[in-house]
């Protein structure tokens, strides 16, 4: 199912490749100059153990694509993510990224970690360190953003041979050519933007003294790929729960070993997942009520409408957990907002709390 969201005026197209309530939500970001389209021939194996959804980033496939790089600020892209998690409601989910996208994934995981059960990241760096080298990288994005407005193609030609890219496994033609046809799709003027605005020179590193996500983490380079094996070795370093795999591929695992990979990330969410059996506890009009393994979970059952609340929707909801009601709500430590957690948005209505009895809730 695709769908299109509004998010700080930016509208982002993200295809939903699974709605089962007992399975836990995978949430896949491609890589520089990609789109959805990069994860689909890993998305029928995935979808056994899990809800994939596969989102265009700012600046490519769908999505809109600003010609200013400011608006590709790691704040800014962070803030989307974010936002498009708590408007589909669903949280705590696994993460994944690829390259550009893993950055993102690991960037949005420190920023939000209550948000993620796992997070899975291929091919990722954790930022840059030292001054100098965050400058050459900031001058070498300019470069490249020049190279793509001024010729495309021949950027493309040149990206294609580069050998970060170079590979011991025997790609699929099909998929290779696949490969070629989504990044010559994408808009150069957005891709220009997208590499300033979101350098690796101007990424914020995560540090050991500084990182602020404690769960699962699955890390996967290639075997031909030293540098970010290398890379990755240290950023296991900086996760405390992080886990390296080395599987036969280049930079591009995903293309690469494509059936390995999909193992790999199939076996770490199901060692570190509950499935969810929801069942109904109470009928109401406006809301569904359920409960699995301990959780509680309301949600607005009002679709004709957008989920759009009134007095009786509020009124079901209290109804939902004897006792907390008005003020033991807020004796419960409620985070009682209309929209998300940072900011306003036009529908819907979240509420978060953990109370003795219940277990977490949210609506």
Known sequence: M?????????TYACNIHGNSESLPYLLMLHGFMGDHRAFSHLLDDLAKICNPITVDLLGHGDSDKPANPAKYHEDEQISHIISLIQENDISPLFLYGYSMGGRLALKTAQAAPELFT???LESTTYGIIEDEKRIDRRETDKKRAADIKEDFKAFLNGWKDLPLFASPARVSTELSNTYKRIHAEQEPLAL????????TGLM???????????NPVLLVAGSKDQKYIAINKELQQILPKAKLKILEAGHRVHLDNPGDLAEEIKLFIEQNSQKMDWKTVKEFDDITFKKSNGVARIAFNRPEIRNAFRPKTL???????????????DRCGTAFRRGTFTERREMGLLFRWRSKCSGQARL
Request: with cysteine; net charge positive.
């Open 118 to 120: 796992g997070l899975i």
């Open 2 to 10: 695709k769908k299109r969201f509004s998010i700080k005026g930016n």
């Open 315 to 329: 009124f079901g909801a209290s109804r939902g957990f004897p006792g907390c009601t008005g003020r033991s709500i």
């Open 204 to 214: 914020k590193p995560v540090t050991k003294n500084d990182q602020n996500y404690y």
């Open 192 to 199: 220009a933007a997208a590499i300033q605005g979101f350098s």
